[in-house]
């Protein structure tokens, strides 16, 4: 009864459950798969067994094609159409039961999997430019939106020094600044394409090991050192600098291998096509037909092609050596296509057609990711400007504020220079004491603390890549918050010493 408890197990699960673009993603790499093996002339059994072994979301779907036939004796064209069926994802049952038809029907298998992956790489390449559009128009409007609601907070400010306020206005207006800029960031996360960037392999890249590592080491640190500076009441401006100095290393760690992980996405389509053309040409295998390659002409690639060879010269088994150069390239896409042409080659299939199969979908996904992160750089510029100027401005007018406060405070000491004085007027929030003003203080510092997480999750959100990119852009937003709390006061005095 295993079997039972595992098909209602499978089938139990809802298709919504998933993250449809990561299954689009994931169907379009799957598709490329199979057409590459499919060049072998493996057998139906042969095809989906290893379509069902591959870690990807889509693959769930070929596991139960796979199990339905192999269980309840049925051909694979039948288990397609009862899969298909059942399946709740338009476009993975359209496919499954036009495969069902070209099984049925005894179509050439393999090119009508190559057909079907073309089509399908159309179909996500339009996809993801559609959500890049629609990532620009929102990028601009998350700068509008932020830029407008934060002026209008600092507009406020400056009428409480010639009206009557209350604590409820001004904590409405820093509400209305938060909200607005948490909703700005949230909603470009969720219009932003999903897509895994760096694999999850064991081992992983040389700068993806020491990010990790020194996030183990220096982020602890920096937590107990920060604990320690907030029982000091030290300036939350220099509370903030520490925190980016400590985020600082391991983000710029992380984006030097984001870097260089795009550069090895973009080359390694040519490469698997090159292998592949010189082991048809030769008629030789992967390894003699690689020292045939010209290793310069494989960019960033060079160094990662050149110890594979080395490897496979040593008589190290083919799977560990290109096992290994996958993790140590520390990219998702690397790894899938070269999971795509190592095991066509394996399986029988000819070289140059399970390259092309492969390099395809390895060119496609990288040149979309080229237009995002063109996307990506303008508006991290964008951003970072952005942040720069509210938080000078923010702090600007509320150092202003204190001063002029101070200084009519200094004029006016006592209610009896008051009442000697009936027809000067009351200021705002001069005339109402240290509890509206601090709680002033208190909204300008969530302002900002807000718009530096905020404005660094954006940031992240557009661009995209691995998880820790995140510090490496909160470390900006951070240092230039504190940079700004802690220079800008003092230059405010300056003026008005000057002008006094």
Request: one cysteine or more; glycine letters at 8%; charged letters at 15%.
């Amino acid at each position: 009864m295993k079997w039972l408890k595992f098909w209602v197990k499978e089938t139990k699960k809802p298709d919504s459950s998933f993250d449809l673009q990561l299954l689009e993603m994931d169907f379009f790499c799957q598709l490329a798969y199979m057409a590459a093996i499919a060049t072998s002339g493996i057998a139906r059994s042969g095809l989906f067994y290893h379509a069902a072994k591959l870690p990807y979301i889509a693959a769930r779907f070929f596991r139960r094609v796979d199990f339905v036939a192999k269980m309840f004796n049925h051909d694979y064209s039948q288990a397609c159409r009862i899969v298909g069926e059942k399946t709740k994802e338009p476009g993975i049952k359209a496919l499954l039961l036009r495969l069902s038809g070209a099984l049925s029907s005894g179509e050439d298998i393999a090119a009508f999997l190559a057909r079907e992956a073309m089509v399908l790489s159309e179909n996500y390449g339009n996809s993801y430019e559609r959500r890049l559009e629609l990532l620009r128009t929102w990028g601009d409007a998350y700068i509008a939106l932020v830029m407008t609601s934060a002026l209008v907070t600092v507009m406020s400010v400056v009428t409480m020094m010639i009206g009557s306020v209350t604590a409820s206005f001004i904590i409405s207006l820093a509400s209305l600044t938060i909200l607005s800029t948490i909703f700005g960031a949230w909603f470009l996360y969720h219009t932003a394409p999903r897509e895994s960037v760096n694999h999850s392999l064991p081992h992983r890249s040389r700068e993806q090991e020491l990010a990790r590592n020194l996030a183990k080491l220096i982020l602890p640190i920096g937590g107990i050192v920060l604990v320690c500076l907030l029982i000091m009441k030290v300036n939350i401006g220099l509370l903030l600098i520490v925190g980016s100095i400590f985020l600082f290393p391991v983000g710029f760690v992380v984006m030097i291998d984001d870097n260089k992980v795009s550069r090895r996405d973009d080359d390694i389509a040519a490469f698997l096509r090159s292998l592949g053309g010189v082991m048809r040409a030769i008629g030789a295998t992967a390894t003699e037909a690689m020292g045939r390659l010209d290793f310069r002409s494989l960019g960033i690639l060079k160094e990662d092609a050149g110890l594979l060879y080395t490897r496979l010269l040593a008589n190290i088994t083919p799977y560990g050596c290109w096992d290994r150069f996958v993790c140590e390239t520390g990219s998702e896409l690397v790894n899938r296509s070269v999971r795509s042409f190592w095991d066509g080659v394996t399986l029988g299939g000819e070289p140059q057609k399970v390259a092309n199969e492969a390099s395809s979908f390895a060119l496609k996904i990288s040149l979309l990711r080229a237009q995002r992160r063109q996307i990506a750089s303008g508006f991290t510029w964008l951003t970072i400007a952005m942040h720069v100027v509210l938080t000078t401005l923010s702090v600007f007018v509320y150092s202003v504020f204190v001063t002029f406060y101070q200084l009519v405070k200094t004029l006016m000491p006592g209610s009896g220079a008051m009442q000697s004085m009936p027809s000067m007027p009351t200021f705002g929030l001069f005339a109402q004491g240290n509890m509206q003003l601090d709680l002033l203080h208190f909204m300008v510092l969530l302002i900002i603390f807000m718009l530096t997480l905020a404005n660094a999750f954006a940031i992240y959100s557009v661009s995209g890549g691995h998880i820790l990119k995140l510090l490496f852009y909160t470390a900006l937003t951070a240092g230039i918050s504190g940079a700004v709390l802690i220079s800008v006061p003092p230059v405010v005095g300056m003026i008005f010493k000057m002008t006094s």
